[in-house]
Structures are given as C-alpha cells and as structure tokens.
C-alpha cells in the first residue's frame, strides 16, 4: 500500500497497550509507519517537525485519554503548521467522550476512531493513500459532511478469536516500561510486562467511561502464546493482566488458573478483579497455587449508599469478605476508594477509611475526577455545576485524582453532599487517619539513613527491611536540586510503595532510621509540644505536603493555622486546605509555636523580621540543631559549585561570541560566520 502513517504517543510513563496493538496491526496490513514516543524522546515536537518535512505522509495520528487533550491540540497544530492539508486522526477513548465540538473545534481533528482503531484505521488510510472520498461507511468512524455536521458511525467490535495478533512492543524502549512499571494502587518498581486476557467491562459505574462497553474474552491459549513469546524475547519478572477486569465470573477465572498452572509458563501474575466475581477463598487460592501474588479490587466506598449511586453492584459486606478471603488464602490484595463521590456526605466518607483501615486494605484514595462521558459528568451538567466543557477541562486536569496537590483548592469540582467551604478539611483528615494507620502498620524495620551528594543535587537514601516478609527494601528521593531544597521526610506511604517481594505495603519513616544522629529524639520533643500547640508551618513545599498527608509529628490539626510562604512566589490563598499566610497575618494568628519546615537561614530570618517588636513564637525545627547546620552547609557548597559553573559557563559562552564575530569580520560575505553560495573552503 502506498502512503505512510505518523503516529505519534502522548508523554507518559505507563504501559502504552493501545499504541502497540495499533503497530501491530498497521505492520500486519504491510501499512509502513514511523512512530515518535513523547516519553522517550528529547525533544517530540523537534522529532515531529523533521518527519513531517519529508512530505511523505497521508496522515498524521495520536489518541488516548480526554486528560490529555492539550497534548492532542500540540500536536494537532504541530502538523497543521507543518503540513497544513495532512489529515489528523484521532482514537481512543477521547473521541467517545469528548463533546463535537472539542473534538472538531477546540482540537482540530479532520477524523476520530471510535472503539478498536484495528477495525478503522488500515481501511481510513487506505482511503486516504487512494485519494477517496465517501469515508462515511467505516465503522467506528468519527467526520463531519461537507455542511459540518458530524457523523458517528456504529462502532464494530473486534473479533478477538480470529487472530492471535501480538502487541508490537519491538517499537519501544521495553527495557524503559519495563523498570518504569507501576499501577495505580498495585506498586512501582515490579518489573512486569502487560498482557490482556480481553477487552471492555461489564460494569457501568457513574465514575467511569470503560473503553469498549462489555467484556469479551480472549482464546486463553492466545493468552499462553503470548507470554511464551515475551518470556523468550524480553528481560521481566512479572506479567500484569492489563485489562479493566480479569474476568467477569468465578467459573471463568478458575478454568484460566487450570490452564495457566498446567502451561507452566512460570512467570507470576497480578489481576484486578472484580467484588461481585464471586471469588471465595477457595478460588483465591486456586489463583495463588496457579501464580497469582497479589490481586487489586477496586472497592470504592465503605458506604452502601454511595455504592449504590455509583452503580457498583457490590455492598460494603462484600468487600468485608473479599479481603477476608484473600487474607485466609494468603493472597495479598489492594484495593482503592474514591474521595469525593456523588451524594457521599461526610459520614460516608469516615465509613470507607473505617473500612479499609478495620479489614487493613492496602489502599489508596482517588479524587473523584468528573469528565466527560461519565454518568456524573452528566448529572453534574445538568444541575448547572459544569457550564462549559473546556473550562472544566481545564481546571480538572490540573488535579486528576490527586488530593495532595497544593493548588487543589483553586480547581477541584466538588459534587459530593459536604459543602465546599468543608469538603477539603474533612477529606484530608480521613486520608490523613488512613496514611497514618499505614505507618504504624507497615513501618520499614532496621532503617538506615544516608545523604549522597553530586555537583549540583542531593538525595535521601532509606534502606531497611519489609514488616511482612524481611525482604531488603529502599526509598530514594531528593533533597537538593541546584540550591533548592527539595524536602526531608519524603512521601513516608506513597501509594506506589511496596515491597518487591511480598507486594506489601511500605512505611519509610525517616525519624526512625539510624544515620542521621538524633532523630527520633528530636521527634519526641516534637511530638510533646505539637500536641496540643496552635501552630504554622513555614515554608511551603514537600515536607509541608507530607505533614498533610500523614501524621508524623502527632500534630493538632485542628489548631493548624495555616502555613506561610518565606518566598512570596506562592500565588494561592490556600495550600491544599491550608490558609496561606502573608507577614501582616501572623501577629494575627498569634501561635503558640512555628514549624520550620525551610531548613534555609533566610526562612529564619523572613519570620524573625515578621515578629520583630512583638512576642516571637516558638520556634520549632523538623530537625535537629547538628542536621540543620549540615543541611544549610550542603546547601552553601552546592551554590558555590553553581555559581563556579555560572561564571565558567558564562565565560565559556562570552568566548564564542568573540570568536564567531572575528569569523564574521573576516567572511567574504559580510554574513557573520558565512561563507558565498559556491566559494570553496580553502
């Protein structure tokens, strides 16, 4: 077939599953391509310019989530600069959800796949290589007529049996997913490779858009196939079954468990499965003894009302019994709730911390994230809550499903029944009760503190052992950058934090590691006086975060006053839920003690001038005396390093300009550094 496609993938870290099937099929209709991976590139829209001057192709295509919209209108408009008659095609889940007009007017697409883009795209670039029109009849196809109306054709599910059609991972860095793996609530660092046992859902919860409507299976020896084939190519440890659901039913998961054991394939397994799947302990056990090391169920809410809202199909008892069952099986599970949700008031809110913090889940929360193709986009559309789609868009990508984020307060959507002035507090207190539950409950043993210095950059290194297991486990995380300080305490629970081995979760509480001298006393000291103490943070950045998130220092939140910014670069009058104080503010507020948090001489200073001719505070440290001396003294040489390397950089660059205007004074064509079109060199 003559012509050729661009396709190029949006700048994210995760398995792109859909990007490789979408190679393998183009290469398996002889379709010839060239592909550009935002992630690993240097410089993408650099990547993509170059291409496209070759003039060589019928189109150009990207696709994926709504949240990613922005990165569609670059490139969108990358092409149109570059070549302003290539088509634009876009598929994935964004051509479902996203209203007309986004899609036609705000992005600028010429066409849309809806569902498999293997049933649409080799017949839409043949068409379009041929120079035909009348593309209306492709299934799936998204187009606007001659008058601009807009035409979505029924979509044409694919035929998962037909044809055992492999993933073209050949096309990537699978070395670079490989050690970049994570999963949202599963863990990081697990070394897997994605496998689907088939596509859709059968669920039609509010919350979710699923990207093909209902589940259909693949043949279970195609599955085989392919982990034979990744097994004897690739460099992995684990296979992730990647699809939204495992399977849909008990009978269905354990005739795969059969298959799978007597395969012996060997690699271990994880699979996010559903509660209303019937699994019991017998069948959990079915799957540990086939593989499985661990499975993930979503279970959302720990109230029976919010459930029923959601459209879950499950009841809080039953995800009583599901982590019940998999613990009696041995099978450690995770799961994840949701913040925010529609109709849930504060009680229902307490009731999924209560949950998961009684059945000890290893979880997660997830702010509700309301976008378009959604039941509760919908609902939230027409009580007037949303009036136009990209300005929601706009702000709602800002925060995704992420409580922690400082400006939160500035764009987040609320569409549960607490009122918005309180929606903040409460939801940070019960996630604060979970994470601080985790701490006492999976703390890293035997911990061991070190700093490690380079020219420019610093980094915390945490070594211990796993609570569960005793297998060997690390943090790493930095502490400077240039002359910035990052932060000391890290991110303690962070959700993508287990253990390689045992897939547990991990608790790295740096005032209990040995090597920096002193700090768990310090932490006593702290303790005592915070308790029952107003206080103010100083200084805002990731310490401050993590003192919001989990309760290290047994701090009375409810006489937190707010926290002040030393920098005046911060633009917000709210930190996550934290009022933001200005110097005018604090004799005000009037607290018992501040907190430093900014280890720099001048936060210290910034708040003695604040307090000057009037009762200072006590002033409080996140760390001793002997650490913030040495912290400060790092920080001194890195900027002395930085200031060495500005002034040779800056003298090196000087230089060249000398040099290059000499060039320029003694060129024949009076062109700086030019020589005559046809002069040759001497």
């Not at 209203?99 to 883009?117: K, N, P, T, V």
């Not at 209990?512 to 103010?536: F, I, N, P, Y």
């Not at 998130?549 to 917000?572: A, P």
Request: charged content about 25%.
């Amino acid at each position: 077939m003559n012509g050729r496609l661009l396709i190029i993938k949006p700048d994210y870290d995760s398995w792109p599953m859909g990007f490789a099937y979408v190679l393998a099929c183009l290469e398996s209709h002889g379709i010839p391509f060239d592909f550009v991976d935002a992630s690993r590139s240097d410089d993408w829209k650099e990547d993509v310019a170059r291409l496209l001057e070759s003039n060589r192709y019928v189109a150009a295509a990207s696709g994926g989530l709504i949240g990613f919209y922005a990165f569609f209108k670059e490139v969108r408009d990358l092409v149109k600069r570059c070549q302003p008659r290539l088509p634009f095609v876009l598929g994935g889940n964004i051509t479902r959800d996203a209203s007309d007009r986004l899609l036609f007017g705000h992005i600028g697409a010429d066409y849309g796949l809806q569902g498999e883009a293997e049933k649409t795209l080799p017949a839409l670039v043949g068409a379009l290589a041929r120079g035909e029109g009348g593309l209306g009849a492709l299934p799936g196809l998204v187009s606007r007529d001659p008058s601009g109306h807009v035409i979505r054709n029924p979509v044409d599910r694919l035929d998962l049996k037909a044809r055992n059609l492999l993933p073209a991972w050949h096309h990537f860095d699978v070395a670079f997913y490989v050690d970049r793996s994570c999963c949202a609530y599963i863990g990081s660092h697990l070394r897997f490779m994605p496998v689907l046992t088939g596509r859709g859902c059968v669920g039609h919860c509010s919350f979710c858009s699923p990207s093909l409507g209902g589940f259909r299976k693949r043949p279970i020896e195609h599955v085989l196939e392919e982990i034979r084939f990744l097994s004897s190519r690739y460099d992995y440890d684990r296979i992730l079954f990647y699809n939204e659901m495992f399977y849909p039913t008990r009978a269905e998961i354990a005739e795969f468990c059969s298959r799978y054991k007597k395969s012996e394939v060997g690699k271990p397994w994880i699979a996010s499965v559903r509660m209303d799947a019937g699994l019991d302990e017998g069948a959990l056990r079915q799957m540990k003894d086939a593989g499985c090391i661990s499975v993930s169920a979503g279970f959302e809410s720990g109230s029976d009302k919010v459930l029923k809202l959601m459209n879950k199909r499950s009841s809080s008892s039953q995800v009583r019994s599901f982590f019940r069952s998999c613990r009696a099986a041995g099978l450690p599970a995770c799961g994840a709730f949701i913040v925010g949700n529609e109709g849930e008031a504060e009680e229902d809110l307490k009731a999924s911390v209560d949950l998961a913090i009684e059945e000890e889940i290893n979880s997660g929360e997830s702010l509700l994230y309301v976008y378009p193709g959604t039941a509760v986009y919908e609902r939230a559309v027409k009580k007037g809550l949303i009036r136009d789609e990209l300005e929601h868009l706009e702000r709602a990508t800002q925060t995704y499903t992420g409580l922690f984020l400082p400006r939160l307060r500035d764009t987040y959507l609320n569409v549960s029944e607490i009122p918005d002035d309180r929606f903040l507090d409460v939801a940070t207190r019960e996630v604060r009760r979970y994470n601080t539950f985790l701490l006492g409950r999976y703390p890293v043993g035997r911990l061991a503190c070190a700093l490690e210095f380079g020219d420019n950059d610093g980094f915390v290194n945490l070594r211990g052992t796993c609570h569960e297991c005793g297998a060997p486990v690390e943090d790493r995380y930095p502490l400077f950058f240039d002359d910035r300080y990052q932060g000391l305490l890290g991110q303690v629970v962070a959700e993508q934090s287990v253990c390689p081995a045992c897939v547990s979760r991990l608790a790295f509480n740096i005032y209990s590691s040995e090597g920096l001298g002193g700090m768990a006393d310090h932490a006593s000291v702290l303790r005592e006086r915070l308790r029952s103490a107003s206080t103010v943070l100083v200084g805002i950045g990731r310490d401050a975060l993590t003192l919001l998130r989990v309760d290290l220092l047994g701090m009375n939140y409810d006489k937190l006053e707010g926290i002040v910014d030393v920098t005046g670069s911060y633009e917000s009058r709210f930190f996550v839920n934290c009022p933001v104080l200005r110097p005018d503010d604090l004799g005000r507020v009037n607290p018992d003690c501040l907190l430093m948090l900014d280890v720099r001489p001048e936060a210290e200073a910034f708040i003695r001038r604040a307090f000057k001719g009037v009762r200072m505070p006590d002033l409080l440290y996140l760390v001793d005396g002997n650490l913030r001396q040495r912290l400060q003294a790092i920080r001194r040489q890195a900027r002395r390093r930085l200031a060495y390397y500005g002034f040779t950089g800056a003298l090196r660059n000087g230089l060249r300009r000398i040099t290059r205007r000499r060039e320029g004074a003694a060129s024949p064509s009076g062109a700086p550094g030019r020589r005559p079109i046809g002069e040759e060199t001497p």
